[in-house]
């Protein structure tokens, strides 16, 4: 018999916060009370909280580790491991990797990213070497031609456990405002005006050609196979309406209040971006996760591409102008995703489930993860 025993410990449960301890047992968390133990080899946590392990959604941090600089190819397997020590140290124990299939920029690392994601993780989970349960996030850029071909070999893969449809397609959604993004794209690949109108030309024609087949392909195979399947980047209530017709259940990253609202009423989960929350703002100007968390509409938060942003978002979602319960904030990067896509044996600290914890300290306004346990084993 394997067993923590966890005291002195702000206990956040799904519905309340508890000083007291908690026991976990063969990984699993076996008893919740009030109160200290006096019992021998128990972990003295000084007043910290224990959360449950936080569950990301939707990450593109291991692109970075596969491609650390522009031409600078990694071995799969070491970029694996150290996006992995990443995430844990950060509290996550539970990542679903982002893996996109297509891209709207030629040249960009993402085919190669996708041709090597599996061959890093088939290799870590053989060789029983990850601190994080991993998962994967299959990202369909609708407008490639190539899309269904690229996919295939994902098809029987049984870490594919979400999948969302995106459009990149310059000039709507996420890049609705085609100046800025004109702007944007002629500043980092040094085009002339002559080259932006023959590249945005084509991708306009391609997502014309292709974003309606494609759409309606992965829905019907998402309902076959059994996937939860979300929207990317919505910003009008007519993209919303397209979603729900397609069955998504996640609306990830909605531009703007009207297709957040929409996208709730709708009863999609909603999940907005954590460094939005920390940064205060999008970072391409749409609307602000704090404004919409006000509203009440966020239901998840995800890091995105910065790991470190989930705990601090769901920590500064406690203070004005959201000011939301602990519980609850804590619930956004925990209970919720797990639910949203279908793991119920973990996400809330709860006798039966998963021992996927962490300790974290408060320290002035900035949480700190102080010890991270995976199904009771402590793995940062």
Same mark, same amino acid.
Request: with cysteine.
């Given at each position: ?21 908690? &026991? ?47 031409? *600078? ?21 539970? *990542?679903?990797?982002? &893996? ?8 960009? /690392? ?7 994601? +599996? ?8 060789? !029983? #070497? ?8 299959? =990202? #369909?850029?609708?407008?490639? +031609?190539?899309? =269904?071909?690229?996919? $295939?070999?994902?098809?029987?893969? +049984?870490? *594919? ?10 000039? /709507?959604? /996420? %890049? ?5 993004? =004109? ?13 932006? $109108? ?34 990317? !980047? ?43 929350? &920390?940064?205060? =703002? ?11 968390? $006000?509203? @009440? ?7 995105? %591409? %910065? ?12 203070? +004005? ?11 956004? &990067? ?7 896509? @279908?793991?119920? !044996? ?11 914890? #962490? ?15 995976? /199904? @009771?084993?402590?793995?940062?």
């Amino acid at each position: 018999m394997r067993e923590s025993i966890l005291t002195d410990a702000r206990i956040v449960t799904r519905d309340a916060v508890l000083h007291g301890t908690l &026991v976990v047992r063969d990984g699993r968390i076996h008893d919740l009370s009030t109160g200290r133990s006096a019992a021998a080899g128990a972990i003295d946590c000084g007043g910290d909280y224990l959360l449950p392990g936080l569950v990301e959604l939707h990450t593109d941090n291991l692109e970075k580790h596969l491609t650390p600089r522009p031409g *600078v190819p990694w071995p799969p397997e070491a970029a694996i491991l150290a996006h992995d020590t990443l995430v844990a140290g950060c509290g996550i124990t539970t *990542v679903f990797d982002s &893996v996109a299939v297509g891209d709207v920029i030629a040249g960009t /690392q993402r085919r190669r990213s996708l041709e090597v994601t +599996p061959i890093g993780l088939a290799h870590a989970i053989r060789h !029983d #070497i990850l601190r994080a349960e991993h998962f994967l996030h299959m =990202r #369909i850029e609708v407008s490639e +031609p190539d899309a =269904r071909e690229m996919f $295939e070999p994902f098809l029987d893969d +049984p870490l *594919v456990r979400l999948v969302s449809l995106m459009d990149h397609t310059p000039g /709507q959604r /996420q %890049y609705a405002d085609e100046a800025a993004y =004109r702007r944007g794209y002629q500043k980092r690949h040094a085009v002339s005006d002559a080259e932006y $109108e023959r590249f945005a030309e084509h991708r306009k024609a391609l997502a014309a050609e292709f974003a309606g087949p494609h759409r309606a392909w992965m829905a019907a195979l998402a309902r076959e196979r059994g996937w939860p399947l979300a929207s990317h !980047d919505d910003a009008t209530e007519a993209h919303v309406a397209e979603s729900l017709a397609a069955g998504m259940t996640i609306a990830e990253f909605p531009t703007t209040v009207e297709a957040a609202r929409a996208a709730h009423a709708g009863g999609m989960t909603v999940m907005m971006g954590a460094p939005n929350l &920390v940064r205060g =703002r999008s970072h391409s100007g749409n609307v602000s996760a704090a404004e919409l968390a $006000e509203l @009440g509409l966020v239901s998840i938060l995800s890091s995105d %591409y %910065y790991p470190h942003s989930l705990l601090h978002g769901a920590f500064l979602l406690t203070r +004005p102008p959201v000011a939301m319960p602990l519980p609850d904030a804590v619930a956004t &990067v925990s209970d919720t995703p797990a639910k949203a896509v @279908g793991l119920d !044996d973990r996400g809330r600290l709860e006798p039966g489930l998963r021992g996927d914890l #962490i300790r974290v300290r408060d320290v002035d306004s900035l949480p700190v993860v102080r010890a991270v346990w995976k /199904q @009771g084993e402590r793995v940062a």
